[in-house]
């Protein structure tokens, strides 16, 4: 079989893509290193539908239901065999791998420059509104009404969280996050007419010097989160909650964390919160 002409994965465009990176060198060793990985990774792709269709042959694959699925089962203190060990090391690996393709992916990324983006043209409210009379089975006036009355402002609870910069150097500066986070809470207060008290907003940007409550940290976060909604007194059956977070995310390897051989496969998603500032642990 003749090999592959795999240089970038297809997420990032292909050749002509990477024809427009800044640094050729950088981009190079990167696009061998994802060659590299994407062999290893769809070896063990096929080991792995092979074994969801022994298992769910009527279901569409779900990867990490199946390494969870495999995990219980050598987590068993009976019946675990060699075969089962060698099952699970080897999703175990294929999660690996994925990983790091998608760091060496968000690398490449990074080295490569933004593409100018076709402005997107919304049509007008003329355009609109002779669409919706055109429809002689639409009412409007009654569609309007349900809107308004299936959204209720005073049943809804947040907690919105905005992160731009981050007290290590070493992780990049966000610019969107803390806008993003301001335009949520815009939306909620102006369209949904959620009341301001309903909102627990943490937000830090550059130059920005809010009190320490209002700091994104570990603490602070979890306190409102228990606060704000769990322990919320004032909040009733059918009310909905939001939590939403616009900052850097993460991911950590369970090797680097439990003891247990089953229990180190696969990684922990996380959220990267703001470290608490000199010391203090709001």
Request: net charge negative.
């Amino acid at each position: 079989m003749p090999s592959e002409q795999h240089v970038v994965p297809r997420p990032f465009g292909g050749d002509s893509y990477i024809a427009e990176s800044d640094q050729p060198e950088e981009r190079q060793l990167i696009a061998a290193v994802l060659t590299v990985t994407d062999a290893q990774i769809r070896l063990l792709e096929d080991f792995e539908r092979s074994l969801w269709v022994e298992r769910h042959p009527a279901l569409e694959l779900d990867c990490d239901l199946l390494l969870k699925e495999v995990q219980r089962t050598v987590q068993r203190s009976d019946g675990v065999t060699l075969a089962d060990w060698d099952i699970l090391q080897k999703l175990d690996v294929l999660h690996h791998l994925r990983r790091e393709r998608t760091m060496h992916l968000g690398c490449l990324a990074a080295s490569l420059r933004p593409c100018p983006l076709s402005p997107v043209v919304f049509p007008s409210v003329s355009q609109d509104a002779s669409a919706l009379l055109a429809d002689p089975g639409l009412d409007i006036t009654n569609n309007q009404s349900s809107l308004e009355h299936s959204i209720r402002g005073s049943q809804f609870w947040a907690v919105i969280i905005g992160i731009n910069v981050y007290d290590d150097p070493s992780i990049p500066r966000l610019r969107g996050c803390v806008p993003d986070a301001l335009a949520m809470h815009t939306y909620l207060t102006h369209d949904l007419h959620v009341p301001p008290d309903h909102i627990c907003l943490l937000m830090q940007s550059e130059g920005d010097h809010p009190p320490v409550w209002a700091w994104p940290t570990r603490q602070n976060i979890l306190a409102a989160l228990y606060t704000h909604l769990r322990d919320n007194s004032r909040i009733r059956t059918g009310d909905h909650m939001l939590i939403y977070f616009s900052g850097h995310g993460s991911a950590y390897y369970t090797s680097d964390t439990f003891s247990s051989p089953a229990a180190r496969v696969g990684s922990i998603e996380a959220l990267v919160p703001l470290r608490s500032r000199d010391g203090i642990r709001p």
